[in-house]
Protein backbone atom coordinates (compact mmCIF):
# COMPACT_ATOMS: atom_id res chain seq x y z
CA UNK A 1 0.00 0.00 0.00
CA UNK A 2 1.08 3.66 -0.57
CA UNK A 3 -0.62 6.84 -0.92
CA UNK A 4 1.51 10.14 -1.98
CA UNK A 5 0.81 14.01 -2.66
CA UNK A 6 2.90 16.90 -4.20
CA UNK A 7 4.17 19.33 -1.50
CA UNK A 8 4.56 22.27 -4.21
CA UNK A 9 2.69 22.82 -7.78
CA UNK A 10 4.18 21.18 -10.68
CA UNK A 11 4.22 22.28 -14.08
CA UNK A 12 5.42 19.62 -16.93
CA UNK A 13 5.07 18.69 -20.72
CA UNK A 14 4.31 15.71 -22.27
CA UNK A 15 5.44 11.97 -20.94
CA UNK A 16 6.89 13.30 -18.05
CA UNK A 17 6.71 11.26 -14.79
CA UNK A 18 4.44 12.79 -11.95
CA UNK A 19 6.86 12.79 -8.90
CA UNK A 20 4.98 13.08 -5.63
CA UNK A 21 7.08 13.77 -2.84
CA UNK A 22 5.10 14.14 -0.12
CA UNK A 23 4.76 10.17 1.20
CA UNK A 24 2.19 9.75 3.36
CA UNK A 25 1.86 6.02 3.59
CA UNK A 26 4.86 3.56 1.81
CA UNK A 27 4.31 -0.33 3.08
CA UNK A 28 7.47 -2.27 1.66
CA UNK A 29 8.98 0.98 0.17
CA UNK A 30 7.14 0.29 -3.26
CA UNK A 31 7.20 3.90 -3.91
CA UNK A 32 10.45 5.90 -4.84
CA UNK A 33 10.15 9.19 -4.81
CA UNK A 34 13.12 10.12 -6.45
CA UNK A 35 11.52 9.07 -9.58
CA UNK A 36 7.71 8.80 -9.00
CA UNK A 37 7.91 4.74 -9.51
CA UNK A 38 6.09 1.87 -7.78
CA UNK A 39 7.88 -1.37 -8.12
CA UNK A 40 5.02 -4.13 -7.51
CA UNK A 41 6.77 -6.32 -4.79
CA UNK A 42 4.96 -9.32 -5.64
CA UNK A 43 2.64 -10.95 -8.22
CA UNK A 44 -1.15 -9.86 -8.48
CA UNK A 45 -3.87 -7.83 -8.97
CA UNK A 46 -3.18 -4.15 -7.48
CA UNK A 47 -5.64 -1.06 -7.52
CA UNK A 48 -4.13 1.71 -7.94
CA UNK A 49 -6.41 5.80 -8.05
CA UNK A 50 -5.59 9.38 -8.33
CA UNK A 51 -6.82 12.64 -8.19
CA UNK A 52 -5.14 15.40 -10.32
CA UNK A 53 -6.04 19.14 -9.56
CA UNK A 54 -5.62 22.20 -10.79
CA UNK A 55 -7.07 26.13 -10.90
CA UNK A 56 -8.50 28.52 -12.74
CA UNK A 57 -6.51 28.80 -15.94
CA UNK A 58 -4.35 25.55 -15.37
CA UNK A 59 -4.94 22.34 -17.51
CA UNK A 60 -3.86 18.86 -16.80
CA UNK A 61 -3.60 15.65 -18.60
CA UNK A 62 -2.30 12.47 -17.11
CA UNK A 63 -1.72 8.40 -17.53
CA UNK A 64 -0.96 5.42 -15.66
CA UNK A 65 2.20 3.33 -17.21
CA UNK A 66 2.78 0.00 -16.66
CA UNK A 67 6.69 -0.65 -17.49
CA UNK A 68 6.92 2.51 -19.82
CA UNK A 69 3.75 1.73 -21.75
CA UNK A 70 0.45 2.74 -21.50
CA UNK A 71 -1.20 0.54 -19.23
CA UNK A 72 -5.25 0.32 -20.41
CA UNK A 73 -5.30 3.85 -22.25
CA UNK A 74 -6.32 5.11 -18.62
CA UNK A 75 -6.35 9.12 -19.00
CA UNK A 76 -7.85 12.37 -18.14
CA UNK A 77 -7.91 15.57 -18.10
CA UNK A 78 -8.49 18.37 -16.09
CA UNK A 79 -9.39 22.04 -17.52
CA UNK A 80 -9.88 25.11 -15.48
CA UNK A 81 -11.02 28.48 -17.57
CA UNK A 82 -9.88 31.96 -16.33
CA UNK A 83 -11.68 33.85 -14.10
CA UNK A 84 -13.34 30.66 -12.54
CA UNK A 85 -14.14 32.17 -8.77
CA UNK A 86 -16.24 31.39 -6.66
CA UNK A 87 -18.79 33.97 -4.85
CA UNK A 88 -16.04 35.22 -2.27
CA UNK A 89 -13.69 36.14 -5.51
CA UNK A 90 -11.11 33.14 -4.85
CA UNK A 91 -9.74 30.90 -7.22
CA UNK A 92 -11.46 27.41 -7.78
CA UNK A 93 -9.58 24.64 -7.84
CA UNK A 94 -10.80 21.82 -10.53
CA UNK A 95 -10.84 17.92 -10.16
CA UNK A 96 -10.66 14.67 -11.43
CA UNK A 97 -9.84 10.67 -10.45
CA UNK A 98 -9.71 7.90 -12.13
CA UNK A 99 -8.31 4.68 -10.73
CA UNK A 100 -6.65 1.05 -12.93
CA UNK A 101 -7.01 -2.44 -11.70
CA UNK A 102 -3.77 -3.70 -13.30
CA UNK A 103 -2.01 -7.32 -12.98
CA UNK A 104 1.40 -7.08 -11.98
CA UNK A 105 4.61 -9.93 -11.70
CA UNK A 106 6.64 -9.09 -8.89
CA UNK A 107 9.28 -5.97 -10.31
CA UNK A 108 6.97 -3.63 -12.72
CA UNK A 109 6.87 -0.49 -12.96
CA UNK A 110 4.14 1.62 -13.08
CA UNK A 111 3.66 5.49 -12.73
CA UNK A 112 1.73 8.57 -13.66
CA UNK A 113 3.04 10.80 -16.38
CA UNK A 114 1.37 13.72 -18.40
CA UNK A 115 -0.30 13.21 -22.03
CA UNK A 116 -0.35 17.31 -22.79
CA UNK A 117 2.06 19.76 -23.24
CA UNK A 118 2.64 22.67 -20.07
CA UNK A 119 0.21 20.42 -17.76
CA UNK A 120 -0.38 22.16 -14.26
CA UNK A 121 -0.55 20.00 -11.28
CA UNK A 122 -1.91 21.76 -7.96
CA UNK A 123 0.50 20.77 -4.38
CA UNK A 124 -2.03 19.66 -1.74
CA UNK A 125 -4.99 18.86 -3.72
CA UNK A 126 -3.14 15.83 -6.41
CA UNK A 127 -2.56 12.48 -5.14
CA UNK A 128 -1.58 8.86 -6.28
CA UNK A 129 -2.20 5.74 -4.17
CA UNK A 130 -2.52 1.64 -5.01
CA UNK A 131 -2.61 -1.40 -2.76
CA UNK A 132 -2.00 -5.03 -3.86
CA UNK A 133 -5.49 -6.50 -4.23
CA UNK A 134 -4.72 -10.36 -4.52
CA UNK A 135 -2.60 -12.96 -6.23
Keep these: SFYVSLSHDLHLNTGVP ?12 CYNSGDGIIVASMDGMYIFHWKI ?10 HIK ?25 VNHNS ?12 DHVNIATSLENSFIHAGHSGFGGFYLRG
Design 18 to 29: VVFDDIRLNENN
Design 53 to 62: TTHSGGKASV
Design 66 to 90: KNGQDAGGMSLLVKSFSGDTNRDGE
Design 96 to 107: AADFAILRLQRG
